[in-house]
């Protein structure tokens, strides 16, 4: 699983120490005489080792992590409360038709303001998987319109509460299980 985006942390480690192992990696030819794929383990890990949205979610979650994303969208789990919005929930995105998809974890919600609906302002920070970049693309908080990092929370067109941008809105979830 760890060569198609599904991999737990120690899967992703079996496949390494046996790519290591093998001579998949490093300047000498592997156990079958051929060339090593790859000089270095980091190059190894950006040609062959990947990691996706489920399947970052699910190994964090204890769960399948070939669970699709619409599955994470269950409406007894949706957050209605601003306040009720903790780390650990899921945050699905849903496009304007419809499709679910995106899937990311919530490191953290501070509420700025609360309306009397439940919904309001929040600085909230996510974990996620699926776009190339650095641990900034994958770990952040969100920017907000303003760039100050507070973001509206308002009632989505299809769940609950939602950060939404038009084309997409991103649902609030209470976690599958605790994570483990």
Known sequence: RAFNGKGSPDEITDALRLALAIGRVGTTPDANGKPASKWRVGEYC????????NGLS????????????????VQGRRRMDIRNIAQADALVTVEASGKHKHIAVVESCEVVSRNADGTGTARVAIVEWGEAGDITTHRRKLAGPKGDGIVSVTRGARYGLAISDGSSSRYFFAPPQTPT
């Open 46 to 53: 950006a040609s062959f080792i990947t990691l996706d949205c």
């Open 58 to 73: 699910g190994n964090y979650y204890g769960i399948d992590p070939n669970t699709k994303v619409p599955d994470y969208a």
